[in-house]
């Protein structure tokens, strides 16, 4: 064969571009990172989702009070339940069934906070009549 008809050939390869090719692996390597951060962004906020679906959560904690030293209570609400649990390090204990949080005569129980609930009291113990000593051995 001739030598310049084989040079010829050597040159000419139907080899895909350099640049094209890159284009396209990185352009893949995007896509497989968009869809794997995806998933993690899913996996992570599907608790967040769900409860959109299902409403609010039934259990909560109300409120609660450190007392020192690992001593707590604890305000605990399930649906329309409320518990006061104690926390040691011992651990949990239930001491009080609450009346509901909607339920009539709550406010009567709990007397009212402040300067004038203070006041209030005062006048009532001023205004009672002194009890009669028991007539004992006189």
């Known amino acids: 064969m001739n030598p310049s008809v084989t040079n010829s ?4 390869t139907d080899l895909p571009d350099v640049g094209a090719s890159a284009l396209r692996t990185f352009g893949a390597l995007a ?7 995806g998933g993690v962004w899913i996996f ?7 409860w959109r679906k299902t409403g609010p959560p039934k259990l909560a904690i109300i ?10 209570l604890y305000l605990v609400g399930y649906e329309r339940e409320r ?10 204990s239930l001491l009080s069934h609450l009346p509901p949080a909607g ?8 007397p009212p906070a402040g300067p004038a609930a203070f006041a209030q009291c005062l006048q009532h113990i001023l205004r009672r009549k002194p009890e009669e000593p028991a007539q004992g051995g006189k």
């Open 31 to 37: 896509v497989v990172l968009a869809v794997f951060f």
């Open 83 to 92: 518990l006061l649990i104690g926390s040691s390090p011992a651990g949990l």
């Open 9 to 12: 050939l050597m040159l000419h």
């Open 44 to 50: 992570r906020n599907s608790q967040r989702l769900a």
């Open 63 to 72: 409120e609660s009070r450190p007392l020192g030293n690992r001593y707590a």
């Open 103 to 110: 339920e009539a005569g709550l406010e009567s129980a709990v």
